[in-house]
């Protein structure tokens, strides 16, 4: 079973398992290149030496070819023997070291009309240590000849030697080198990270800005502490939203709540002289706010678990939901006037939640009820109304539900914040008026999970009330019924 390298060395750091495994690497590709170097040398060397005997025989090959060999047979330097053999195996010339009476191979190794390398030992042809030996055949077909040279191998067995010891010698004072230079550089480059260890230790979770050093070098050391200082004002940022909207939630909790309590005590202190009914009817106005509040809020709770966890399945039922339907049944909740209901044409189909889309509607027309002085008008419209609802998002084909009133509108400035949680206008501030500042948040993130948008514009521009007109872009989906 093959082990991790953590696994063989738990106790160490990781600078010195970076170093154990560079220093292993380094032994390794040493040994091979070493062992390579050496077969190489040996195989040029063992080479040299056949080329210089067979030159050395071929010429003597050529002498017998021509019927001239002189005795002796003339050689350059001492580490060569000639012998020159006839077909019965005797010796017909010899250089002057070479042995006149025994041939240098025996008539088993001896192969007539070949040409032969063979090692064989020295002291057959009066040289120290292994010895080449080879052969080539001379002589005519009448009277073959076989030339022997015998060459010492002393001088390769020398130089491989040499270089051996070379590369014991030299190998483990490169190594040991190179080991000392790679624990400069490892730690050089480990040092960032150290320092992004430190300042993550330093890190203590308190408001203000907190932040990693970030090296100079733009290397991936540098990425990643751009990437975790990137993480740390995520997290800042969700932390500090995640106070805020605490601390909303209570002061909006703790206004019913007092409210209660203050009826509570008042009237106790009245005693007998108490309108129950009075107070029985503000304690359950309170108490529905505080339940619509309660609401509201795990509403959104479940809403930002989802989001942050996209591949848990949403436990809604997703399906075709008819528009008109859906409007008729909002509309039918609020009473005509205020609330106007324009049915439209033709089903109008599109997907999603019938919960979720029908708690947006709602919270729409109540908030328009609130504003308005008069007049809410609801209405949807599909893609091949007149005139055509434009196409958006590439091309996708959207239905559009708005709801109007002719109250005071929404100054564009503050159309986008109104969608933050526990935001209200300044004449929305009243109890009497209801809402913590959450059914425009909720509407956006329930209309964002069923694929749309929402816009706010003025009703009428040019009026001194420009009333306000909220539109629901939803995707339009094909009827289902039709084959």
């Known amino acids: 079973m093959r082990r991790r390298l953590s696994e063989l060395l738990p106790d160490l750091g990781l600078r010195s398992r970076l170093l154990a495994l560079g220093v292993t690497g380094l032994v390794v590709g040493f040994a091979l290149?070493?062992?390579?170097?050496?077969?190489?040398?040996?195989?040029?060397?063992?080479?040299?030496?056949?080329?210089?005997?067979?030159?050395?025989?071929?010429?003597?090959?050529?002498?017998?070819?021509?019927?001239?060999?002189?005795?002796?047979?003339?050689?350059?330097?001492?580490?060569?023997?000639?012998?020159?053999?006839?077909?019965?195996?005797?010796?017909?010339?010899?250089?002057?070291?070479?042995?006149?009476?025994v041939p240098m191979l025996g008539a088993d190794q001896l192969r007539a009309g070949e040409r032969q390398r063979l090692v064989v030992d020295g002291r057959r042809v009066g040289l120290t240590g292994p010895v080449r030996v080879v052969t080539v055949p001379a002589g005519t077909a009448d009277e073959p000849l076989t030339v022997l040279v015998a060459k010492s191998m002393s001088d390769v067995r020398h130089s491989l030697h040499v270089v051996r010891n070379l590369l014991l010698v030299g190998f483990p004072l490169l190594v040991a080198g190179l080991a000392v230079v790679a624990w400069r550089v490892v730690?050089?480059?480990?040092?960032?990270?150290?320092?992004?260890?430190?300042?993550?230790?330093?890190?203590?979770?308190?408001?203000?800005?907190?932040?990693?050093?970030?090296?100079?070098?733009?290397?991936?050391?540098?990425?990643?502490?751009v990437t975790l200082n990137d993480m740390l004002d995520r997290l800042a940022a969700s932390r500090d939203r995640q106070r805020a909207f605490v601390a909303d939630a209570a002061h909006e909790l703790r206004s019913p709540v007092t409210n209660m309590r203050t009826e509570l005590e008042v009237a106790r202190r009245l005693g007998d002289g108490t309108d129950w009914p009075a107070v029985a009817e503000n304690l359950l106005a309170d108490t529905e706010r505080l339940s619509r509040l309660v609401d509201d809020l795990l509403l959104l709770a479940r809403l930002d678990e989802q989001a942050a966890r996209p591949d848990r399945p949403a436990p809604h039922a997703v399906g075709p939901v008819e528009l008109g339907e859906l409007l008729r049944g909002v509309a039918e909740r609020y009473p005509s006037p205020p609330l106007r209901h324009a049915s439209p044409p033709g089903p109008l189909w599109t997907e999603g939640d019938p919960g979720e889309l029908r708690r947006v509607l709602v919270n729409l027309v109540e908030n328009a009820l609130r504003h308005a002085h008069g007049e809410v008008r609801l209405a949807v419209t599909g893609p091949h109304a007149d005139p055509p609802v434009p196409r958006q998002r590439g091309g996708s084909v959207y239905h559009l539900v708005t709801v109007t009133d002719d109250g005071p509108g929404i100054p564009a400035a503050d159309r986008e914040r109104v969608f933050a949680r526990f935001t209200r206008l300044d004449d929305a501030r009243a109890r009497d008026a209801g809402g913590a500042g959450l059914g425009l948040a909720i509407v956006r993130e329930l209309v964002r999970r069923a694929g749309g948008a929402v816009e706010l514009a003025d009703a009428t521009p040019a009026a001194a009330a420009p009333g306000l007109r909220v539109t629901v872009r939803l995707p339009a989906l094909a009827d289902p019924d039709a084959e």
């Open 187 to 225: 730690g050089a480059t480990l040092r960032p990270v150290e320092a992004l260890r430190s300042g993550a230790a330093e890190i203590t979770g308190r408001a203000g800005a907190e932040r990693l050093p970030v090296p100079a070098a733009r290397d991936e050391i540098q990425r990643l502490a």
């Open 33 to 101: 290149g070493g062992a390579l170097l050496l077969g190489a040398l040996g195989w040029t060397l063992q080479r040299s030496v056949d080329a210089e005997a067979l030159r050395t025989a071929d010429a003597v090959a050529l002498l017998a070819a021509e019927d001239a060999l002189p005795d002796p047979l003339p050689v350059a330097g001492g580490q060569l023997r000639v012998q020159v053999l006839d077909g019965q195996g005797r010796i017909r010339a010899a250089s002057i070291d070479a042995d006149r009476l």
